[in-house]
């Protein structure tokens, strides 16, 4: 089905699917962005330029990526880019980026502030509120400044803008940043429909970290968890998905905690590849200090696998059903408490994993995609829409 409005839909992201430490924000741009193409729009990413990728290309779903700047650099070269193509100067011009009719501005900390300088509608994506992150990420001054870039000023430039964020949790965060709530849209993100055949569980106990190795995922609680859980049961597993810079320090620990025949580290690992892994765990661990989203959580779910996490994590909440398809836990040692217990009790375990199969079910991209694009639908006619999708109700999930 097409809707075609004619839009041209520019992104602004720092980082493409195909950067080495994309994630999830990423995965959602792509997914919602492909629904905008094949619903009639143009859209073009503009994003960092790393390693060997092209500064431009087309995704086969018809999404332009552009590329410029780096890690830093990148939000001066989207205001450069723009302003050059209005001008039409030089290599780029309009005539090679082309006058976007809406631009979606997507805030990871740091905002781009395109309201300043483009004159074109702009939609405020938010995943989550980087207030817990910036003091473990900087040092306390930096710490400061990008709080007070993100909570006091980005809400300014923006304050006549529609915002679309992927939870409940989120959306209470920036009202309480001064943003109205009317102008706030919620739109989860989707799962991908499950592809191969069902994987065994392990015989021994088994658990998985999957995301970016990053110090605010804090992986760190899982290896200490299983280091504890390893005195009671000597044949459990954790095996930790992902890359990123943190990788080193995480490989210390595990070393330090004497882990290394308990813990595997697999680095990047394929759909397929993740699909086995998640279909064999007997549970998710997702320690982060917080997430927009609980994407992990729902694509466990999806293979019957209940996931542990923080309640004070934010959207995590919003991913999972408390004591129905997973539990979320207050400190780090209710957090070994809770995933002891689960790991002891096999029908608990296997009737979470049932539910959240459930649960997952709810959650399509394909469903995402359409409401980001009754969104953009809305602004680029003028209008302005009411918050979208209605939160899904907590309602009892077991069959």
């Not at 590329?67 to 780029?92: D, K």
């Not at 994987?199 to 190795?213: D, E, I, N």
Request: proline share 6%; charged share 25%; net charge positive.
């Amino acid at each position: 089905m097409t809707d075609a409005c004619g839009g041209h839909v520019l992104f602004l992201n720092w980082r493409d699917t195909e950067h080495p430490e994309g994630g999830g924000s990423e995965l959602y741009l792509d997914r919602v962005a492909t629904e905008l193409v094949r619903r009639g729009n143009r859209v073009t990413l503009l994003c960092q330029a790393h390693g060997t990728a092209p500064a431009e290309e087309s995704t086969p779903a018809g999404v332009r990526i552009v590329r410029r700047g780096g890690r830093h650099t990148v939000y001066l070269m989207a205001a450069l880019v723009y302003l050059i193509g209005l001008l039409g100067i030089g290599p780029l011009s309009r005539r090679r980026l082309g006058r976007p009719d809406l631009i979606i501005d997507v805030g990871n900390g740091i905002p781009f502030l395109s309201r300043l300088w483009a004159r074109r509608p702009v939609i405020v994506l938010i995943h989550h509120v980087h207030r817990e992150q910036w003091p473990v990420v900087f040092g306390p001054r930096v710490a400061r400044i990008g709080w007070w870039i993100e909570s006091v000023l980005a809400v300014r430039v923006y304050r006549r803008c529609q915002y679309v964020t992927v939870s409940e949790s989120t959306r209470e965060e920036l009202i309480g940043l001064g943003v109205d709530r009317q102008r706030i849209a919620v739109v989860h993100n989707g799962t991908p429909e499950v592809t191969g055949e069902p994987v065994p569980r392990t015989a021994h106990p088994s658990l998985m970290v999957l995301g970016r190795l990053v110090p605010h995922k804090r992986v760190e609680f899982a290896l200490r968890a299983t280091a504890l859980l390893a005195v009671e049961m000597p044949t459990i597993e954790l095996v930790v998905a992902g890359q990123g810079w943190w990788d080193e320090p995480l490989r210390q620990l595990t070393d330090d905690l004497e882990l290394g025949d308990r813990v595997r580290f697999t680095g990047f690992v394929t759909e397929e590849r993740k699909h086995e892994l998640l279909c064999r765990s007997w549970l998710l661990l997702v320690p982060s200090l917080k997430e927009g989203w609980g994407l992990t959580i729902v694509e466990a779910g999806a293979r019957g696998t209940p996931s542990v996490a923080f309640r004070s994590a934010g959207g995590v909440a919003d991913a999972m059903v408390d004591g129905e398809t997973g539990i979320l836990v207050e400190n780090e040692y209710d957090f070994f408490r809770r995933v002891r217990s689960l790991l002891l009790d096999t029908g608990r375990r296997t009737g979470m994993g049932g539910a959240a199969a459930v649960h997952a079910r709810r959650f399509t991209w394909e469903k995402a995609g359409a409401a980001f694009h009754d969104v953009v639908t809305g602004q680029l006619a003028g209008a302005r829409p009411a918050p979208l999708p209605q939160p899904i109700p907590r309602q009892p999930v077991r069959e």
